[in-house]
């Protein structure tokens, strides 16, 4: 995972609790994504940024806000947690050159 | 919505086999095709992307493109009790967007 941070790597709420996941990559890229994967099941992209300061919505982005304030961070807001959300949630880089993407390890949160 | 469909497995193959793993799309505009093992726990890697109809070799990765068909296919020569992961299929939609399939579970006995 060089290069993708992502905190917290685990995290329990209460429905109704709030929580900002980070997602921060050191590797100049323009676009970040957002992922959420449920057992069995690949991954659904919550929100993209294709660049600093703009974001646009992915296929599963209800109950979600994102933030894009430098090119570095992407942060993924619950702002009032539904036991739907019981995920793991990925932040990822796009594929790039060399058959080369990453994404950060993943955060695990349960939603009560 | 775009339809990526694979076989959720389990695919079982020996050991020094070749493993063979497929993946329909509905979207005929698609235009990159991604393929990712995970392993149990852990982040998808990315093993390799192709875009032209054909096969494209990455040691003992080959994938495989069919535009027509709208499939694309991988095979893991040789395959290795550590190839033993869920991998996964991917294409490109419109502006940044990926779809992913549901990943079919690979096993390679010793």
């Known amino acids: 995972n060089a290069g993708v941070t992502q905190t917290p790597k685990f995290q329990v709420l209460k429905t109704g609790q709030s929580m900002t996941l980070q997602c921060a990559q050191d590797m100049n890229h323009n676009s970040m994504y957002w992922y959420r994967q449920d057992p069995g099941m690949g991954l659904r992209l919550i929100y993209y940024s294709a660049s600093e300061g703009t974001t646009d919505k992915g296929e599963v982005p209800n109950g979600y806000n994102v933030s894009r304030l430098n090119k570095r961070e992407f942060s993924l807001r619950l702002e009032s947690a539904a036991p739907s959300q019981t995920s793991v949630y990925f932040c990822?880089?796009?594929?790039?050159?060399?058959?080369?993407?990453?994404f950060g390890p993943g955060t695990r949160l349960t939603v009560l | 919505q775009k339809e990526v469909e694979q076989n959720s497995g389990p695919l079982s193959v020996p050991e020094g086999a070749i493993a063979s793993l497929n993946c329909t799309y509905s979207?005929?505009?698609?235009?990159?095709f991604f393929w990712y093992r995970q392993y149990s726990g852990k982040s998808p890697e990315l093993i390799m992307f192709?875009?032209?109809?054909g096969d494209k070799e990455d040691g003992r990765f080959t994938a495989q493109l069919n535009k027509a068909s709208q499939y694309v296919s991988l095979l893991i020569r040789d395959s290795q009790p550590s190839d033993s992961a869920t991998y996964l299929c991917a294409v490109s939609g419109t502006g940044n967007q990926f779809y992913f399939g549901t990943g079919t579970s690979l096993t390679v006995i010793p």
């Open positions: 990822a880089t796009p594929p790039g050159a060399e058959d080369t993407q990453y």
């Open positions: 192709i875009y032209s109809n």
């Open positions: 979207d005929r505009g698609s235009q990159s």
